[in-house]
């Protein structure tokens, strides 16, 4: 299990990544025609922008959701050791301290990410349909082929 700062560097690792592929398709464009270039890099930033949401939301809350975790991590050691300490023939395992994820999905942003997610679907992964559709029609164009392009269901 991930915790809440090695999600939040997996996704900072990600804006990296699209950020390299904005910077690629600033340079290395010819044939592409302007609509879709603008298009597509409309398209980036509302993806860039939703990141940076979640980036900033973490930022802010990192000092206090560590804190807890390092609270939480010595709080189950102490359960589960009292736990294994004893005859377990017939107990069910303890219930552990739910602080910290109670935190977490108290975050505004994160709550939406993996709650409904309409935040995200909007400014993300219908962004991300939409450049991929686009960017696959235009390199057909470019090759000269005909493709049809379909968008993942909702």
Sequence with gaps: MSTYGEEMIA????????RN???????????????????VAGHATSMEEYLLTLTCEFRD?????????????????????RFADKDVGSHAPP??????????????NVS???????HYKTCFDGPLDAANGQLRSELARLRGTNITVSFRAK
């Design 61 to 81: 809350n990192y000092k206090l959701l560590s804190d807890r975790q390092r609270s939480y991590e010595e709080q189950t050691k102490a359960i589960l050791k």
């Design 21 to 39: 592929v904005t910077r690629a398709l600033e340079q290395c464009n010819e044939g592409v025609s302007k609509a879709v270039l603008e298009a």
């Design 95 to 108: 219930d552990l301290p739910g602080f910290v994820w109670e935190c977490i999905v108290h975050l505004e």
């Design 112 to 118: 939406d990410f993996i709650g409904p997610g309409a």
């Design 11 to 18: 996704l900072i690792e990600a804006r990296v990544q699209l």
